[in-house]
């Protein structure tokens, strides 16, 4: 069943609006997305593969977790939710640190008109990576990277196919928040 999607302004207000996830990226409203990042205590991030069947980016490595809003849900309940829904993981509202909101505005040569608010968190990954049962209609895989081979990745993003490349700032930023947080 496809999600309906509350609808916001460039500013990231709510109209009051809702439209289908497709009408979403067909039309090109703007709307939220929930991001959370998991580090672990050993300084290290967990990256996943988005699923070869998406139609954005199918294949880079991205965000730990990544998903829209629901209508009528809150940044956080929606947060919540992916990470179960994605990774199998429960988190409570606690663990999450918020580090900001990123917008991000691109077209793509599917059509696809992606206006979107990533609402950004980051939290302690708690859960062993061997014990995380993702699942595979959006993720492909997952690993942990260290810091120091995440810098090494993102400085060749635009050559090596790993990360989504035109994402590289918002990957510093939230490398940046990371590190602070160890």
Not at 67 to 73: L, S
Not at 132 to 160: G, M, P
Request: proline share 2%; glycine share 4%; charged share 25%.
């Amino acid at each position: 069943m496809e999600e309906l999607i509350d609808i916001v302004d460039k500013n990231g207000e709510p109209t009051g609006e809702t439209a289908l996830k497709s009408v979403i990226h067909s039309k090109g409203y703007y709307h939220n997305t929930a991001h959370i990042w998991f580090y672990a205590s050993d300084r290290k991030i967990l990256l996943s593969q988005r699923a070869a069947s998406k139609t954005i980016c199918p294949l880079l490595w991205d965000v730990s977790v990544a998903g829209h809003v629901d209508a009528g849900e809150t940044i956080e309940q929606a947060a919540i939710r992916e990470t179960k829904e994605e990774l199998g993981i429960t988190i409570k509202g606690f663990d999450l640190k918020k580090i900001g909101v990123y917008p991000c505005f691109q077209l793509y040569d599917n059509g696809i008109k992606d206006n979107e608010f990533h609402h950004t968190f980051i939290a302690k990954l708690s859960a062993k990576v061997e014990s995380i049962q993702f699942d595979f209609n959006e993720v492909e895989a997952i690993k942990l990277v260290s810091i120091s081979e995440f810098k090494a990745l993102l400085k060749l993003s635009e050559t090596n196919s790993h990360f989504v490349a035109s994402n590289k700032t918002y990957y510093y930023n939230v490398l940046s928040c990371i590190e602070n947080e160890l």
